[in-house]
């Protein structure tokens, strides 16, 4: 299991994280593990699942630069298609217009477009189980006016008490409106 989190403040910063974790069959165990990488300038790709089925789907669409980003969420949607019991993918970055935006497809099929304005602060998490106690636990902090890397470096440690599947190491990314 994964949990990647991202989360824009106050359509100024963006920032997604995912935790280092890989079980490998018979049980081994690897803190090492990317699941969050930048595939175009302002744009990165977060993954939850079986990480070979997610590297799959990141190699078919890092070739796809050049392409509108609804284009690219429709190829997103297409190569999760076969994989969707081992996978769950979120992109977020900025658009060709510069705007913020998370977009997330979970292992059920089920997408979200996070609705990003410039007085909240707008997040998505992605997790194999567990995904709504996470982000219940993330937007409490958030009402407690905690500071988003703060939050996040708690939810991380919170659901790797909850998942010995998650790790407490975890990766950050920040990216800052390109004006």
């Known amino acids: 299991m994964s949990l990647v989190i991202s989360v824009v403040e106050h ?6 994280a995912s935790d280092r974790r890989m079980t490998i069959p018979p049980g081994i165990v690897c803190d090492d593990c990317q699941k ?11 993954m939850t699942g079986t990480l070979e089925s997610g590297l799959k789907v990141m ?3 890092r070739k796809l630069r050049r392409v509108p980003l609804p284009d690219l969420l429709k190829e997103i ?9 081992k996978l769950s993918v979120m992109i977020a970055g900025q658009d060709d217009s510069g705007e913020f935006f998370i977009w997330q497809e979970n292992s059920q099929g089920e997408k979200r477009l996070a609705d990003i304005s410039h007085d909240c602060i707008a997040f998505s998490l992605s997790s ?4 709504d106690k996470f982000a219940s636990y993330l937007n409490r902090l958030f009402d407690k006016d905690v500071p988003v890397e703060e ?3 708690k939810t991380m440690a919170y659901a790797s008490k909850i ?12 990216l800052e409106r390109d004006v």
Do not use: C, Q, W
């Not at 949607?77 to 019991?85: E, H, K, L, Y």
């Open 151 to 153: 939050a996040i470096k």
């Open 36 to 46: 969050v990488y930048r595939i175009r300038p302002h744009v990165f790709f977060g």
């Open 163 to 174: 998942d010995r599947s998650i790790s407490p190491t975890y990766d950050l990314f920040k």
């Open 77 to 85: 949607d297409r190569a999760v298609t076969s994989m969707r019991d």
């Open 59 to 61: 190699e078919r669409i």
């Open 128 to 131: 194999t189980e567990n995904t």
């Open 11 to 16: 359509n100024r910063l963006l920032y997604i």
